[in-house]
């Protein structure tokens, strides 16, 4: 795939400190022309399944071509190793940790190398900052032309990582809170398709915690304000929200352990009681 | 005019999300040269008079033929319509809920267009994100030259929006604060014009809370630390600051309600007594 | 040099107001092609030494003919001078407040400009945001190819400023935390190269507030799971950490206060016992 000349970060460095900074200087010292983009550098700390979870539906956005890279890196400096994956679309850096599993899978032409080839390294490498000493020029390199099959083997054992599924259980779907986004919202790992078979022939009836919200709805603002809803995201996932408020404040439960927990949808009864 | 490939981005969307990064990567899957600068994406959530006052004041510091996109977007998804504002310098893309209305009725010659061709937009348009799904992907044709005219109706009945003015009474001026900024710095509606008018053969007095502050200072460093001053801001709005402080924790005020307070303007007597 | 087209920016302006994104504007409003790319906008306000720290670490990681603007100035629209610090790769554009003073020190050959020419700054130059109208858009012309010597005449007496430097006293040595990083990292003002000539013959023994760390690692994973160690940060200075945990919060010290502890470093004895 011919690169784009566009590069996307993501990592759990916050905008504090100046190592997104570096990491962007490290890219430019070698393909000075690099549109760099972030996605979020505020990734929870060492949280793998979140900056997956979030890369797996933000890549596809970019154009063709584009080099992604991802540091989230509790075990930098150890035996990890560090890689590239290629699909026919894009191209993506980072440790070999379950970040990319997801896009794996889901992408059967996948190839991952094990970058050995230290010369599109910097010259000095670190034990504890791989994303500005190996990633980052790894990306410009990529920008340039350079050909991933050049920076080291194939492999075929890359580390896995399996995001929690939603399932069904004595007539109810069970799904989880995967995301608390800015707004308050909670966004759900139960995708339409997962809902849409499930519910064919009744109203669905989403609990999370205190809230109990009977139907799916297409927009905020057609709920009275204040009230809680669900509806599917922009991501085509279950969400739930509060139309102009914050609806991880609203569930009863701890809103520092929203994440994770439980939310179940079942069907409402012909006569219009809940089940 | 001429697009000069910038495309600046506000929303109230944080920068923990994805959202702002997907809107890049929409805009860059159009036009993949586009340069794109954040204004700010912590706009307080769906405050839209907040957006519509930082964006007449930054605006006009970018070149000709930029696309100013902005998104606090409480009703997206129902009927509010988006637009497409062009004046003779600048083009403004978002929805139609006044965001814009101060540019207009400052633009005498400004078109808005209902857009509405739907070959301009992301294939699939969620009901919850037009940043991403409408207003990033026309942001991308227009820097890639596409003609405004094509996008839509022009359109004559745009959403309205009044940002408070100062008024005098009873021989004081008043006016409010409109923005706290990073430093406790109380930003207020009233003008360099508004108060030079007003003052002229008298020294100006200002209140605030349990603050009255004498005169208006050029600085910050011209006035002892720690203590208050007024002065006019870059942009040139009367602002209350504290040398090396934060004016926002000194005002007796409850900080986190600062904003829409009032500030009246004296002009002390002859005699160098308060009114 | 040959500029780059890059220009780095660093305040201690934040990322909620517009201040950021006016300066982006006004570098764009000379030089449409600038890549400008944020180091960091959340330096402590007014710090000057926080920011020339910063400065110093992450400057050499960008190319060649990058313009750095830096941004900490308390003395804004006093007598305090702007400058341009020319050095034989990179152009620094700032206040005269010390924050270039390090690299100044450490490159025999810089010369620095005060900036007079008026034709080089916007048109109307306000007196609280030198940010916007005089250091953005001169980093503009500099990436354009205007001549630095042009710009205003040479100085021989920038403002100096000294960071603390560690020391030895009794058979220890003496540091302190410079900076608390994102993950709670507490990175000091000693060297690879001051604790190596020190502990050469025996095993390094650092103390911090409660905390007492036997020896040096390279890595955080090489600990047990939230224990504290010592290591080198990726700039080669020792920094205190706990492996998945904030090290900031294990000191026993007030976290709002770490910044500036002392950070004492001595040797085991041949018996392994403690000092």
């Keep these: 795939v011919k690169p784009s000349g566009i590069v996307t970060l993501m990592t759990d460095f916050g905008l504090r400190d100046p190592y997104v900074g570096m990491m962007k200087g490290a890219i430019l010292s070698v393909h000075g022309t690099a549109r760099i983009v972030d996605i979020s550098h ?29 540091v989230v890196d509790p075990g930098v400096g150890t035996e990890r190793r560090p890689i590239l994956l290629v699909t026919r679309m894009h191209l993506f850096v980072g440790p070999d940790n379950g970040l990319f599993w997801p896009i794996i899978e889901a992408c059967k032409d996948a190839e991952v190398i094990h970058l050995t080839e230290s010369r599109y390294f910097l010259r000095r490498v670190s034990e504890t900052f791989h994303g500005r ?12 032309g350079a050909d991933p099959l050049d920076m080291g083997p194939v492999i075929h054992d ?23 986004d800015h707004f308050g919202n909670l966004i759900t790992n ?26 799916i709805q297409t927009t905020y603002a057609g709920t009275p304000e204040r009230e809680a809803l669900a509806l599917f995201d922009s991501s085509g996932h279950l969400e739930i929200a509060v139309n102009s408020g914050r609806a991880v404040d609203r569930t009863g439960l701890d809103p520092a352990l929203t994440i994770g927990r439980e939310v179940m949808v079942s069907r409402a009864r012909d006569d219009g009681r809940q089940p």
């Design 42 to 70: 505020h990734i929870a700390a060492g949280v793998i399944g979140q900056a997956a979870h979030i890369l797996q539906q933000t890549y596809p956005y970019f154009p063709k071509g584009t080099v992604h890279v991802t």
């Design 133 to 144: 000493d190996i990633f980052a020029p790894v990306a410009g390199h990529l920008c340039q």
């Design 158 to 180: 890359p580390v896995q990582l399996k995001l929690p599924e939603p399932y069904r259980k004595a007539g109810s779907l069970y799904g989880q809170i995967v995301r608390v």
């Design 190 to 215: 139960i995708r339409r398709r997962d809902i849409e078979g499930f519910t064919a022939g009744g109203r669905p009836v989403v609990r999370i915690g205190d809230l109990l919200i009977e139907g």
